[in-house]
């Protein structure tokens, strides 16, 4: 990805992807491509032309919902209302899937979530909320 700076006012849709403790474990979740899942992520923001983007954060803190991914609203988003929204036992190729396609269509507050995907939404605990916001 260009790593050139982007402004705050065209900051686009952005997959924050835990990798803390629990999340992309390979021993506490056995038979899953945790590697292979950030390597589709990533290609696929690549691909996307800069519709969205990657990265990874320690530990979240809620790891009874690993893996957890956080779906940040882009610039566009945030002013149109949409918040963060959290992902939980994102581990499936479906969810994968929809996580790319629901970031490339613009993320929260620009496009509505795939329903199946809605379904993983949770509310983490408060601190756990302050900590994604670094």
């Known amino acids: 990805m260009n790593r050139s700076v982007i402004r705050a006012a065209d900051r686009p849709c952005t997959l924050v992807v835990c990798r803390g403790c629990c999340c992309g474990n390979r021993r506490k979740h056995r038979g899953f491509d945790h590697a292979g899942q950030l390597d589709l992520l990533r290609a696929s923001a690549l691909a996307?032309?800069?519709?969205?983007?990657?990265?990874?954060?320690?530990?979240l803190g809620p790891c009874d919902h690993a893996n957890v991914i956080v779906v940040q609203p882009s610039a566009a988003g945030r002013r149109a209302g949409g918040r963060a929204a959290w992902i939980g036992f994102a581990m499936d190729d479906d969810c994968t899937e929809e996580l790319v396609r629901w970031a490339a269509?613009?993320?929260?507050?620009v496009a509505d979530p795939p329903a199946a995907l809605a379904l993983q939404f949770f509310r983490p605990p408060r601190q756990t909320r302050n900590r994604a916001r670094r």
């Open 48 to 59: 996307s032309g800069g519709r969205f983007t990657v990265r990874t954060t320690d530990c």
């Open 105 to 109: 269509d613009g993320g929260p507050g």
